[in-house]
T-cell receptor, first 116, second 115 residues
Framework: DGGITQSPKYLFRKEGQNVTLSCEQN?????MYWYRQDPGQGLRLIYY???????QKGDIAEGYSVSREKKESFPLTVTSAQKNPTAFYLC???????????????FGEGSRLTVL | AQTVTQSQPEMSVQEAETVTLSCTYD???????LFWYKQPPSRQMILVIR??????QNATENRFSVNFQKAAKSFSLKISDSQLGDTAMYFC????????????FGQGTELSVKP
C-alpha cells in the first residue's frame, strides 16, 4: 500500500548528539514536510521541500537540517544546536500537481524523540 | 500573521450524541483552504474534512460537517452520532491558496467519546 514511513518510532538521544529521522514516501508526491508537535501547541512547520534538491525553512528551522536528494526521501537531522529537541515529529507529503494547491497533507505515523 | 485558535482544549460527548468543536482563524487572505484533521491515539493524522473559502456551501463527509462563517472567520466541526472511534485529538488547520501544504494548525481539541 502507498504511504509514508517514518523511522524510528521512538528514539533516545543524549545531549550534544545529532540524530537523523527518516521519512520515505511511495505516493509519488512532489512536496514533503516536517512538522513538530508539542503538547498544547499544535503542529509547527520545520522544513519543507517542493522539489528534489530544493528545500525551504519553515517557522522553527533553527537547530534542524534536511536534505532532498531523492523524491521519495526527506530525512530530518536534529542537531545539538536544537535547544529543546524532545518532541513528536511528523513527516507529511502532498502532490502539488495532481491536487494543486489543495493543501491536503498525508502524514506518517511520527517519530518520538526524547533527549536524556 | 495568520493564526488558528481552538479554544476548547478538551471535550467529551456521550456515544450517539452530537458534538461541535470550535475553530477561529485570522488572515487577510481572501482565498484559502480550511481543514479538520483527526489524530487518534495511534498518532497518525487523518484528514476529516476540507473547505474551500470561495465555496459558500458547508462541506459534509458522512457524520462530519462544518459550519463555515467566512466573515466571522469561524470554522466549526460538527460530529453527529458520535462513535467510540471518534475519540481523538482534532486539529483545525488553515492553508493560504497556492501555498501547497504549508498548513497553520490550531492547538488541538482532545475529544473523548464515552459509552
Amino acid at each position: 500500500d502507498g504511504g509514508i514511513t517514518q523511522s524510528p518510532k521512538y528514539l533516545f538521544r543524549k545531549e550534544g548528539q545529532n540524530v537523523t529521522l527518516s521519512c520515505e514516501q511511495n505516493l509519488n508526491h512532489d512536496a514533503m514536510y516536517w512538522y513538530r508537535q508539542d503538547p498544547g501547541q499544535g503542529l509547527r512547520l520545520i522544513y519543507y521541500s517542493q522539489i528534489v534538491n530544493d528545500f525551504q525553512k519553515g517557522d522553527i528551522a533553527e537547530g534542524y537540517s534536511v536534505s532532498r536528494e531523492k523524491k521519495e526521501s526527506f530525512p530530518l537531522t536534529v542537531t545539538s544546536a536544537q535547544k529543546n529537541p524532545t518532541a513528536f515529529y511528523l513527516c507529511a507529503s502532498s502532490s502539488d500537481r495532481d491536487r494543486a494547491y489543495t493543501g491536503e497533507l498525508f502524514f506518517g505515523e511520527g517519530s518520538r524523540l526524547t533527549v536524556l | 500573521a495568520q493564526t488558528v485558535t481552538q479554544s476548547q482544549p478538551e471535550m467529551s460527548v456521550q456515544e450517539a450524541e452530537t458534538v461541535t468543536l470550535s475553530c477561529t482563524y485570522d488572515t487577510s487572505e481572501n482565498n484559502y483552504y480550511l481543514f479538520w484533521y483527526k489524530q487518534p491515539p495511534s498518532r497518525q493524522m487523518i484528514l476529516v474534512i476540507r473547505q474551500e473559502a470561495y465555496k459558500q456551501q458547508n462541506a459534509t463527509e458522512n457524520r462530519f460537517s462544518v459550519n463555515f462563517q467566512k466573515a466571522a472567520k469561524s470554522f466549526s466541526l460538527k460530529i453527529s452520532d458520535s462513535q467510540l472511534g471518534d475519540t481523538a485529538m482534532y486539529f483545525c488547520a488553515f492553508a493560504p491558496y497556492n501555498q501547497g501544504g504549508k498548513l497553520i494548525f490550531g492547538q488541538g481539541t482532545e475529544l473523548s467519546v464515552k459509552p
